[in-house]
């Protein structure tokens, strides 16, 4: 498949249209997750940056498409989703992951939504557990915004450095992940030290 659009890519300029196809890529990414959204966006976004299509509006493009999907998790979430939860989502997702998302959920909600498209396996799982929760959209809305905005300034930035160039997206977004995981850990080693401190303040 993403063989097939490389070939597209080189032998096509980009067209107006260019632009929501990116947004079509981070909301199809947000919703169904296994989709290889990020290498796409940011291959798709140096196509479209050297055709005239500015970086801001690449992220915008992004950012629009994730937002939107994110609502609609955040909608499923906040209705139907328990009974989702316990039966169809509990049987296609392991459990751990989904307990991880309540976790954090339950802990740091608005913040752990900040954060969350750069939370690798559960970002999207994410805001539907938010959802479920009871949290208030109102509530929720903005640290969404903020993630998406983040992420996919960063992944347009990619795009206009590494162009068409696959395997240096690839690349990027492999060692991307693991400065993430190691920000992750040093974020929850801090948390933890300043509860066990606060624990110890109480006794």
Request: charged share 15%.
């Amino acid at each position: 498949m993403i063989e097939g659009i490389l070939d597209y890519l080189a032998n096509n300029p980009p067209g107006a249209w260019a632009g929501p196809l990116l947004g079509v890529i981070a909301f199809a990414e947000t919703l169904f997750p296994p989709i290889p959204g990020d290498i796409l966006f940011i291959v798709i976004s140096g196509w479209a940056v050297s055709g005239g299509l500015s970086l801001i509006m690449a992220a915008i493009y992004g950012v629009t498409g994730c937002f939107l999907a994110s609502c609609i998790l955040f909608y499923v979430g906040h209705k139907p989703g328990r009974q989702f939860v316990e039966g169809w989502l509990a049987r296609k997702v392991e459990p751990v992951k989904i307990d991880r998302a309540k976790s954090l959920i339950a802990d740091r909600g608005p913040v752990i939504l900040a954060v969350s498209r750069f939370i690798p396996g559960v970002r999207s799982l994410l805001v539907f557990v938010a959802g479920t929760s009871g949290m208030r959209f109102a509530l929720a809305a903005f640290p969404i915004a903020f993630s998406a905005i983040a992420w996919y300034l960063i992944l347009s930035v990619a795009g206009s450095i590494f162009g068409r160039n696959i395997q240096a997206a690839e690349r990027f977004m492999k060692h991307f992940e693991i400065w993430i995981w190691i920000i992750l850990a040093i974020a929850a080693l801090f948390f933890l030290i300043t509860g066990i401190r606060k624990w110890k303040g109480r006794r």
